[in-house]
């Protein structure tokens, strides 16, 4: 019989070098690493005559050695070398970006950087909305004031205002709705038509416009409960400066409330367009969103206002400047004939194209951050990144890939 190569079966006996078996009643030998040599000299750390490791297990040399503390704990040894993505170095990969946010949850640089982007990137849907909006709130306005202006004295001001802004209102909300539909498709890297963003938000724009009525009397009537007293006490004709200034301190007292109400109800709207969700039910789902993160909510919505603020005064400065060297001469040559001084057509006019300009950056801007600060309570909370990424057609999301059909839209959007 042929022995088989490889290892000796148990108990059988291997040839020597020179080819003589040993003998019968020799032991066993097991396969395993050659004796050091005689004279090696002993492991860096023991006395010499103390036991040594095997042969092949020394300590590396003095200065080789890990320190504590270096390294990984058992199960947590980095990951390969060259992660996905392409990127050198060690880390997770980066988050999937098939819009104008990173599908994770945002930061505030993040957030304002996304909202940037879609009206960069949309801006013929965008900014030509928000033009048209402003062309329209503008001259209502400017109408109304050359209307009556110079005819009603000191209640101008006041007709004009009822005449323009429960229109301006209404294509206000008109133009978030459209807006909010621009953002939801933007997340995911699609391209969308004005006539599409109307079509998806048609059926619930006049849900939007009651939800923001409800909104606005609800704040207005904590504001007017507030001050109840204090109108009251002015009607009854009292004149008691102590109790009118306590009135009045109580009625101050409403705006924090105010404030963090508004703050509570800020998401209703792009629940209300997003998740198809009827009025009160939005209003409860903008609370349940917002609850344990009001400060970061108020933050940043009162960063972007004072951002959208500045841009606006920036834009319409230079006009109302314009339009007052324009009209000074009309302006003083009323106060020299003693009539009633107006405001001259000139200036009225640079400084509606002042306000277009102005509110066409803006009202897209803030638009945009209301939709994206939903969107990041929503993948914080509910993990609304997985889906986004699934419907984008990412393909290691379960999506078609980027060459094929995006997947359905997840709930929401």
Request: overall charge neutral; aromatic content about 6%; some cysteine.
């Given at each position: 019989?042929?022995?088989?190569p490889?290892?000796?079966?148990?108990?059988?006996?291997?040839?020597?070098?020179?080819?003589?078996?040993?003998?019968?009643?020799?032991?066993?030998?097991?396969?395993?690493p050659?004796?050091?040599?005689?004279?090696?000299?002993?492991?860096?750390g023991t006395?010499?005559?103390?036991?040594?490791p095997?042969?092949?297990?020394?300590?590396?040399p003095?200065?080789?050695?890990?320190?504590?503390?270096?390294q990984?704990?058992y199960?947590?040894?980095?990951p390969?070398?060259?992660?996905?993505?392409?990127?050198y170095?060690w880390?997770?990969?980066p988050?999937?970006?098939?819009?104008v946010?990173?599908?994770?949850?945002?930061?505030?640089?993040?957030?304002?950087?996304?909202?940037?982007?879609?009206?960069?990137?949309?801006?013929r849907?965008?900014?030509?909305?928000?033009?048209?909006v402003?062309?329209?709130?503008?001259?209502?306005?400017?109408g109304?004031?050359?209307?009556?202006?110079?005819d009603?004295?000191?209640?101008?001001p006041?007709l004009?205002?009822?005449?323009?802004l429960?229109?301006?209102w209404?294509?206000?909300?008109?133009?978030?709705?459209?807006?909010?539909?621009?953002?939801?498709?933007?997340?995911?890297?699609?391209?969308?038509?004005?006539k599409?963003?109307?079509r998806?938000?048609?059926?619930?724009?006049?849900?939007?416009?009651?939800?923001?009525?409800?909104?606005g009397?609800?704040?207005?009537?904590?504001?007017?409960?507030?001050?109840?007293p204090?109108?009251?006490?002015?009607?009854?004709?009292?004149?008691?400066?102590?109790?009118?200034?306590l009135?009045?301190?109580?009625?101050?007292?409403?705006?924090?409330?105010v404030?963090?109400?508004?703050i509570?109800?800020?998401?209703?709207?792009?629940?209300?367009?997003?998740?198809?969700?009827?009025?009160i039910?939005?209003?409860?789902?903008?609370r349940?969103?917002?609850?344990?993160?009001?400060?970061?909510?108020?933050?940043?919505?009162?960063?972007?206002t004072?951002?959208?603020?500045?841009?606006?005064?920036?834009?319409?400065?230079?006009?109302?400047?314009?339009g007052?060297?324009?009209?000074w001469?009309?302006?003083?040559?009323?106060?020299?004939?003693?009539?009633?001084?107006?405001?001259?057509?000139?200036?009225?006019?640079?400084?509606a194209?002042?306000g277009?300009l102005?509110s066409?950056?803006?009202?897209?801007?803030?638009?945009?951050?209301?939709?994206?600060?939903?969107?990041?309570?929503?993948?914080?909370?509910?993990?609304?990144?997985?889906?986004l990424?699934?419907?984008?057609?990412?393909?290691?999301?379960g999506?078609?890939?980027?060459?094929?059909?995006?997947?359905?839209?997840?709930?929401?959007?």
């Open positions: 019989m042929t022995d088989t490889g290892w000796a079966s148990p108990g059988s006996s291997e040839p020597s070098r020179d080819g003589a078996r040993p003998p019968a009643d020799a032991p066993a030998t097991v396969p395993g050659s004796a050091p040599p005689h004279d090696a000299p002993p492991a860096w006395a010499p005559g103390a036991p040594q095997p042969y092949g297990q020394q300590q590396p003095f200065g080789q050695q890990p320190l504590y503390g270096q990984p704990p199960g947590q040894q980095p390969p070398y060259g992660p996905p993505g392409g990127q170095g880390g997770a990969p988050s999937p970006k098939p819009g946010i990173p599908l994770r949850p945002l930061g505030l640089g993040e957030i304002l950087d996304g909202a940037v982007s879609t009206v960069r990137k949309h801006w849907v965008a900014l030509g909305l928000s033009f048209g402003a062309v329209v709130q503008q001259g209502v306005a400017l109304a004031q050359l209307a009556v202006q110079g009603t004295a000191e209640l101008t006041v004009t205002s009822l005449v323009s429960p229109l301006a209404l294509l206000g909300v008109i133009a978030s709705a459209l807006l909010t539909m621009v953002v939801s498709r933007a997340i995911l890297g699609q391209t969308v038509t004005l599409e963003a109307w998806d938000a048609r059926p619930r724009t006049l849900q939007l416009v009651g939800l923001t009525l409800l909104n009397l609800i704040l207005f009537g904590i504001v007017l409960l507030a001050f109840a204090l109108i009251g006490y002015a009607v009854a004709g009292a004149e008691e400066p102590g109790i009118t200034a009135l009045v301190l109580v009625g101050l007292l409403s705006l924090p409330v404030c963090w109400l508004g509570q109800l800020s998401l209703a709207a792009p629940a209300l367009m997003l998740e198809k969700q009827g009025v039910a939005a209003l409860s789902r903008s349940r969103l917002v609850r344990r993160s009001w400060w970061r909510i108020f933050g940043i919505t009162l960063l972007s004072v951002i959208a603020w500045i841009v606006s005064s920036v834009i319409s400065t230079p006009f109302t400047v314009a007052m060297v324009l009209g001469g009309d302006f003083t040559s009323q106060l020299d004939s003693g009539g009633t001084a107006t405001m001259p057509t000139a200036m009225l006019v640079t400084v194209i002042g277009i102005s066409t950056i803006t009202l897209p801007f803030t638009a945009t951050i209301g939709v994206l600060l939903y969107v990041d309570q929503r993948i914080r909370r509910e993990a609304l990144d997985i889906e990424a699934r419907a984008a057609g990412l393909p290691e999301y999506g078609s890939g980027w060459g094929g059909q995006a997947g359905p839209a997840p709930t929401g959007l």
